[in-house]
């Protein structure tokens, strides 16, 4: 841009002294990998109002069946399927108990069924996709075909044969989750190890001495936690719609104890008539499960190395 | 290419073998008596009846027995529906099912696949955060629950379509729609995420670069490709398919293979519950060998690294 | 006289992006002869590939955008052309071939037809004569085994072999001017040297103009006519490969030639490096963009951005150093 308000004069055609040709910071802070995903991720207002929902969520699942007067089980068979009113503000079911109380302390079943039937088997997985990644070869080869088989077959197949073994309830759930929901994420960290081994970086510490334990912790976990964090919380509302989904069939949950599978399947019976019964679970298992879907999307978007800025 | 479907038979075959050997044992080792639940039947009747059923001889024989019906396409009789046997209640179900399934394919595909590349194209503008937008809804709502509501509103409220059973051309659309919107918003993602994929690669520069007007340059080269990784996920989506038909079924009253298996599982019918188990695995096997071989003819580089 | 396939005048380029607006291209001017090779040197992020790319307009608009400027081919101004008039251009009387040739070529397309599209697009003959044609501009490439190879896909060849595909195609339809985007940088350099060796035969053939982007001055020496110097998306010197090579004018492009490690110099010399890194295309500064890497820059350097010097009939540069104020400094290599 020519700048014709500067007046040149013999004077300006001298030589700069003083120069010091550094190379220049590059504008824009340097922040770690961890530092630039944190701030992507809070600047993200879909992730963060989906974030607050959860917990949000997860407190009312703690607080109010302390609060309540109300226990879970408890019965009041004059009351049976009111509506909605200042007493009971969900109403109660066809045996007279709160569904207030009922949800809330639902959950707490569902959410810790969905968040440990999550990590439980993405630590698995990563274990086996771990190990079958760095050691290769044979090893590698096994594990994969053995994969290949199992998962031909839908896991809730699986799911519903170990539930008929081992009985239902929460445990017994996360049990069959632990099982039968550890292949995904086995896959995507084999597929990240055997990547970064053949990396530079890696064999530039091999060749420095790094021995296997510390490039292991050091090299490997670091790179492949962002996919498995984003895994794990993707892996919830998957978590989620299983136990709603078994519960359904009546495999989950089984009464009194609530979840929100349960209380939907209650509600179905009596849909028809009472629809606030149906309605008021099926909207809490779609809010958790978006909620984590949308957070479990942003936290992605803020991991993911290529939109660094 | 023929060793790679060589393998994948290979793999498949072992699977099912694999499945009706967990079935058999599992239901064999499970407590409870079928039996027992029902009518008051005496110890001597019950016991007649264990070994009418070849139910008292040692596991290893049942088990060799079990194997040999099966390579015979004999699932053997349903302990619960007595005179029938498993075979033909599959017969007289599994269409109503499979016929639920593919007018949820019918939907859920093209219409998946159409908002998806339209979205991908038009990124960023209202179209395509109306699509997000759809898809983020179908994917955090179960089937199941939806069908709930779909009910609820069009049949219960509104009065215009039917609330239950299989009976005319209208009780069909909302169970299918129901079962097709999970699909759906999935399918919607994953192209539009594959189609943006696509646009940015350098081939698609070339294209452009010889000349080739937009529509060659959208159906030759960006769907085709973009197409690829929802091969992938075939398999998995006729399994998604296949689940959800057996809770549509319960909601919507459909007298379909779905609700068989629901009720063979609490009523302990071993034999139907193995039955269905081995044959909606073997269905999956199947419809995944089909989608590994087409998927070995679409993306040629497969047949290679494979 | 020569005919002018391509002039273009003083083009700026931009991108909107979430951190302001990239001012890539910013007053580009130069022009392309018929049947000669330009070569537009410079280090990455000057702005090279964006001007060549936005004369094809294969950038995306948005984020990118024109600002000013023209681009004229054989007379016209293609500068405002819309998609569908640059689908007459593109393929038929320009082209382009791209730097990395595992990606370039689409993967689930076998390349016969791959060839055969442009042919089909762009003439008015039948489907049998076309894969003639592919069969023979195979064969000209030197691939072997031309029609046995049309039905392959492309990640069976080689890096070497799918870049001659790359060619193939772009001269399929006998286009004025090709445009190469650094062809043989993703190459070894014994494939580069019949990569380039083939263009040089292709171009006497056919007559065809080449605008030839690369950072490597061996191959500026070998292929081209006319160089122009780019710089922080300005051309900073042009001329003849002559005028470049043995009378530069511009502290660039001596960096740039003294970079070049050559067998004669002292051992005890360390390998030369211009020292800095390029400026920030969001704001860039007011005077001439070198300034701050400059062993010569001066206070008007930073005052104001130096105007375009014709030194000759071919050879142009912009520097304050060639102002009759400006103190005389020649250059030598191996005492800079």
């Known amino acids: ?208 001495g790094a021995s296997s334990t510390s490039l292991i912790f050091s090299h490997l976990i670091p790179n492949t936690l962002g996919i498995v964090i984003v895994g794990i919380t993707m892996g919830v509302p998957s978590a989620i719609f299983h136990e709603a989904y078994l519960s359904f069939i009546g495999l989950g949950i089984a009464p009194p104890i609530p979840s929100w599978g349960q209380l939907a399947n209650l509600g179905t019976a009596v849909f028809r008539i009472y629809p606030y019964q149906l309605l008021i679970p099926a909207i809490m298992i779609s809010i958790t499960m978006l909620s984590f879907n949308l957070f479990g999307d942003g936290l992605r978007d803020a991991l993911d190395p290529k939109l660094r800025n | 290419m023929i060793k790679y479907i060589i393998k994948r038979l290979f793999i498949s075959i072992l699977t099912i073998w694999l499945l009706a050997t967990i079935c058999f044992f599992l239901l064999r080792t499970l407590p409870g008596n079928p039996f027992q639940s029902d009518q008051i039947i005496s110890v001597e009747m019950q016991e007649k009846m264990m070994s009418y059923y070849g139910l008292d001889r040692p596991l290893m024989e049942q088990y060799i027995t079990y194997l040999g019906n099966l390579l015979k396409g004999d699932m053997g009789y349903s302990l619960k529906y007595t005179n029938r046997t498993v075979n ?211 993306d040629p580089r497969i047949r290679i690294t494979k | 006289m020569s005919e002018r396939i391509l002039e273009v005048k003083d083009l700026r380029v931009s991108f909107d992006t979430y951190a302001g607006e990239v001012q890539a291209v910013r007053g580009v001017s130069f022009y392309v002869d018929k049947g000669e090779t330009l070569a537009i040197v410079g280090e990455s992020g000057c702005g090279k590939s964006v001007t060549v790319q936005t004369i094809m307009k294969l950038i995306s608009m948005p984020p990118g955008r024109i600002k000013s400027g023209s681009i004229n081919y054989c007379g016209k101004d293609i500068s405002g052309y819309t998609d569908k008039m640059m689908e007459t251009i593109r393929g038929k009387e320009m082209s382009m071939i791209f730097q990395d040739p595992m990606t370039s070529l ?141 009378s530069p004018k511009h502290p660039y492009t001596w960096g740039l030639l003294e970079s070049l490690p050559s067998i004669d110099r002292e051992k005890s010399n360390r390998l030369f490096m211009i020292p800095g890194s390029p400026i920030n295309l969001i704001d860039p500064p007011a005077g001439c963009s070198f300034a701050d890497r400059c062993k010569y820059s001066m206070y008007v350097c930073k005052k104001q951005e130096p105007t375009e010097t014709q030194i000759n009939g071919t050879h142009s540069a912009s520097c304050w150093l060639l102002d009759e104020r400006a103190p005389e400094i020649s250059f030598k290599r191996g005492v800079i």
């Open chain 1, 1 to 208: 841009m020519e700048n014709n308000t500067d007046i040149i004069s013999l004077d300006d055609f001298r030589f700069i002294e003083d120069k010091n040709p550094e190379f220049n910071e590059s504008k824009g802070e340097n922040l770690s990998y961890w530092a630039d995903a944190k701030r992507r991720l809070l600047k993200n207002k879909v992730a963060m109002i989906s974030l607050a929902f959860i917990i949000i969520i997860f407190i009312l699942s703690i607080v109010i069946p302390i609060v309540s007067p109300y226990t879970y089980s408890q019965q009041d068979l004059d009351n049976i399927n009111a509506p909605p009113s200042s007493e009971h503000y969900f109403g109660t079911d066809s045996l007279g108990r709160d569904l207030w109380v009922r949800v809330w302390y639902g959950a707490r079943v569902s959410l810790a069924v969905g968040i440990f039937g999550s990590i439980i088997p993405s630590l698995i997985g990563i274990v086996i996709g771990g190990i079958s990644g760095y050691f290769g070869g044979k090893v590698d080869m096994v594990i994969m075909r053995l994969i290949d088989i199992i998962m031909c077959v839908p896991s809730m197949i699986y799911i519903i044969l170990i539930m008929l073994y081992i009985g239902s309830g929460p445990v017994p759930l996360i049990i069959a989750f632990a099982l039968t929901g550890w292949m995904g994420t086995a896959r995507n960290v084999r597929g990240l190890v055997l990547q970064l081994k053949e990396r530079e970086f890696v064999l530039a510490s091999k060749a420095l």
């Open chain 3, 106 to 246: 689409n993967p689930t397309m076998r390349i016969g037809r791959q060839i055969k599209e442009g042919i089909l697009k762009h003439t008015r003959i039948n489907s049998k004569e076309a894969e003639e044609k592919a069969i023979n501009l195979l064969r000209d490439v030197g691939i072997p085994d031309p029609d046995k190879s049309m039905i392959r896909y492309p990640h069976v060849f080689s890096g070497g072999m799918r870049q001659r595909i790359m060619i193939s195609i772009a001269l399929a339809c006998n286009p004025k001017i090709l445009f190469a985007d650094e062809p043989t940088t993703a190459l070894d350099v014994t494939t580069q040297s019949q990569i380039l060796e083939l263009m040089n035969e292709l171009k006497e053939r056919l007559n065809t103009a080449i605008v030839l982007i690369t950072h490597d001055l061996g191959v500026v020496a070998r292929m081209a006519d006319r160089v122009a110097v780019m710089y922080a998306g300005k051309i900073v010197e042009s001329g003849t490969a002559n005028d470049i090579f043995y």
């Open chain 2, 88 to 298: 033909s209640i599959i017969k007289s179900a599994f269409p109503v099912s499979a016929d639920l399934g593919l007018r949820s394919l019918a939907i859920a595909l093209p219409l998946g696949l159409f908002l998806g590349i339209v979205s991908a194209k038009k990124r960023g503008q209202a179209v395509d955060y109306l699509c997000v937008f759809i898809s983020v809804i179908g994917v955090s709502i179960p089937s199941f629950i939806l069908g709930s509501f779909l009910q609820y509103i069009f049949a219960l409220k509104l009065g215009i379509l039917p609330m239950a059973q299989w009976k005319t051309q209208l009780h069909t659309v909302l169970p299918s729609v129901a079962l097709s919107l999970s699909l759906l918003a999935t399918l919607t993602r994953v192209m539009r995420a594959s189609m943006l994929e696509v646009i940015g690669q350098d081939y698609i520069k070339t294209a452009k670069g010889k000349g080739l007007d937009g529509k060659k340059i959208t159906w030759s080269h960006q769907i085709r490709n973009a197409l690829v990784p929802i091969l992938t996920m075939l398999g998995p989506m006729v399994a998604s398919v296949l689940m959800g038909t057996f809770v549509i079924e319960k909601i919507f009253a459909i007298p379909g293979l779905g609700q068989h298996f629901v009720n063979s599982i609490t009523g302990l019918d071993y034999t139907m519950t193995m039955g269905l188990t081995v044959f909606y695995g073997t269905f999956m096997v199947a419809a995944n060998f089909i989608v590994d071989i087409a998927y070995g003819i679409v």
